[in-house]
């Protein structure tokens, strides 16, 4: 187990071109060190690809959701597919 995820760090810190660190991507507690995800990969802010509709509106669910100030926890997807 520790093995595997230590080769999906070393991947995603390779497309990154970012150190990451096992603890920024398992947490134990539901808590992360870098919570944002924009912060984490060095974006300047953005929403995820599934805020919006197929046509580039919003959803509504997201229309409080700052950019860069998501998580990426799955709860945050939940029902916007
Ligand atoms: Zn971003």
Redesign the pocket.
């Known amino acids: 187990m520790y093995v595997t995820l230590k080769r999906i760090v070393s991947q995603l810190e390779f497309q990154i071109a970012r150190r990451l660190g096992t603890r920024e991507i398992v947490s134990e507690d539901g808590t992360y060190k870098t919570p944002f995800?924009?912060q984490l990969?060095g974006?300047?802010?953005?929403l995820p690809e599934g805020a919006f509709h197929p046509d580039g509106t919003l959803k509504d669910e997201w229309s409080h959701v700052q950019?860069?100030k998501w998580t990426g926890d799955v709860a945050e997807f939940e029902g916007l597919n």
């Open positions: 995800v924009c990969v974006c300047a802010g953005c950019p860069g």
